[in-house]
């Protein structure tokens, strides 16, 4: 069974910091994209930054040198650092990845728990 793991996240003021982790554990054969979403209340779940196992990125304009991703192959694992935080970053941010199974041809979506990150003004 494959499973993503979240951890980080919190309450911080506009202009502070805070990191995000992902852990993907299991019967994992292989990862290809590796990303967070976030969904604030009331609207669609949207991209925040993508990473290739390439390590090429994609951000959302809104979150543009401000964020980084990145990703640790060996480890399974992606962060995202999240400087200069603002109010309307505010929302539950999910970790993504696309993963190949044990016992699987294809790849598949896989989605974390969810991690608040909440900013205060």
């Known amino acids: 069974q494959v499973q993503l793991v979240e951890s980080g996240g919190g309450l911080v003021q506009a202009g502070g910091s805070l990191r995000l982790s992902c852990t993907a554990s299991?019967?994992?054969?292989?990862?290809?994209?590796m990303g967070w979403y976030r969904q604030a209340p009331g609207k669609q779940r949207e991209l925040v930054a993508l990473?290739?196992?390439?390590?090429?990125?994609n951000y959302a304009d809104s979150v543009k040198g401000r964020f980084t991703i990145s990703r640790d192959n060996a480890k399974k694992t992606v962060l995202l650092q999240m400087n200069s935080l603002q109010p309307a970053d505010t929302a539950v941010y999910y970790c993504?990845?696309?993963?190949?199974?044990?016992?699987?041809?294809?790849?598949?979506?896989?989605w974390g728990q969810g991690a608040q990150v909440t900013v205060s003004s």
């Open positions: 993504y990845a696309v993963i190949r199974g044990y016992g699987n041809y294809r790849y598949s979506d896989y």
């Open positions: 299991g019967s994992i054969i292989s990862i290809d994209d």
């Open positions: 990473v290739t196992r390439g390590s090429s990125t």
